[in-house]
């Protein structure tokens, strides 16, 4: 059995986007293929248990009979945490992971290993990423994502590289830049790979940023602020590519609104005039904050329109800090999003020489 572990130097990279499409690859060239993140500080409690949401929906993706409780051996909750802080808490945490590594190993030709949230993560309770790698003694591909604005000429992907091989040492195979905006794909291409080689760090591959991949559910909005549906609720499945803030006049909002494709405009309840200038452009989804009923016009006008209308108790500002903490995070739930980042893969990923290197 060969291994992987997928891990990062930042959050919200893209480890569990390449885990599982790296599982459906080597799946579809006929490997037998099993998945374990050992380390989760993301509990999620379904039937009185406690798992990992990404782990099981990588589970459900790749059609892995392993129970989700067991994808996850260590779950942090705050309670665990506790207990350790206390001395009240003696578990063997690197033992059960060992453990668990073995069984899921069994009977497989690989098995996908996906790290924490960052590599600073688990140390509190001994179960940071590089304990975890040099207790199983696995090999690591680390996923570097492109930070934009944030660093100066992308020097955030050379930083991060180097972290990850000051961190990993000889466990690092190499490294997959993910996100690279199209304006800065040259750059990264014919400058940072070339220097990052020269320290000794492998790029397996340089994935663009695909607006459409980090974009959200219909759904997902409404599960995650608890929205009341006043109109479309057929259109679950219907993406948000971006969002925008109506708290402006009419003037000043209309030039973003024309700009920005299925976007959802978050704004009053009360703020009419905002929400029938959004149903005039690209809108997939209007959010009204403060549990204020829109009118019965913009109600039937978004009916006409196809947008969902949906209603929220919280402010403006509360309602956009939500958003944005879900639009950090990829899914890849609907299956258009799935097969765009698979042909994503396809093109720009060095399969090939990465499973050569795990000895696949």
């Not at 067991?70 to 779950?75: A, D, F, H, K, R």
């Not at 800065?184 to 014919?190: A, I, P, S």
């Not at 790979?193 to 340089?206: A, C, D, R, T």
């Not at 209309?254 to 009053?268: D, E, Q, S, Y």
Request: proline share 4%; charged share 20%; net charge negative.
């Amino acid at each position: 059995m060969k291994s992987v572990y997928v891990t990062s130097v930042s959050t919200y990279s893209g480890k569990t986007a390449l885990s599982l499409g790296l599982g459906l690859r080597m799946q579809a060239a006929g490997l037998k293929v099993n998945y374990l993140k050992p380390v989760s500080t993301q509990p999620h409690e379904v039937g009185g248990r406690v798992i990992d949401e990404d782990a099981d929906f990588v589970r459900r993706t790749l059609g892995l009979e392993t129970p989700p409780w067991e994808l996850s051996p260590v779950v942090i909750t705050s309670e665990l945490l506790g207990g350790v802080m206390a001395g009240t808490t003696e578990r063997d945490f690197l033992g059960e992971i060992e453990e668990a590594y073995q069984q899921a190993g069994e009977d497989h030709d690989v098995l996908i290993m996906e790290g924490g949230a960052s590599m600073r993560e688990g140390y509190a309770v001994g179960v940071n990423t590089i304990n975890v790698i040099e207790r199983l003694n696995v090999p690591a591909l680390s996923v570097v994502s492109f930070h934009g604005e944030e660093c100066m000429s992308g020097m955030c992907v050379l930083d991060d590289a180097l972290a990850a091989q000051r961190r990993l040492g000889d466990h690092l195979i190499g490294v997959v830049i993910n996100a690279v905006p199209r304006e800065d794909l040259n750059y990264v291409r014919e400058r940072a790979v070339p220097f990052l080689e020269k320290q000794g760090i492998k790029v397996y591959g340089v994935l663009p940023y695909d607006p459409y991949l980090r974009a959200l559910s219909v759904g997902e909005v409404i599960d995650q602020l608890k929205a009341k549906v006043l109109t479309g609720a057929h259109l679950r499945e219907r993406l948000i590519e971006h969002m925008s803030v109506g708290a402006m006049s009419v003037e000043a909002a209309m030039p973003r609104f024309r700009r920005l494709l299925n976007k959802a405009v978050i704004t009053g309840g009360d703020r009419t005039d905002i929400q029938a200038a959004a149903l005039e452009t690209s809108t997939t989804c209007l959010l009204l904050t403060g549990n204020l009923q829109p009118t019965a016009t913009i109600v039937k006008r978004a009916e006409e329109m196809n947008v969902a209308v949906l209603l929220v108790p919280e402010s403006t500002l509360e309602t956009v800090e939500q958003l944005e903490s879900l639009f950090g995070r990829t899914s890849l739930g609907q299956p258009e999003k799935l097969g765009r980042f698979q042909a994503m893969l396809a093109e720009h990923l060095h399969y090939t020489e990465l499973t050569r290197d795990l000895g696949l």
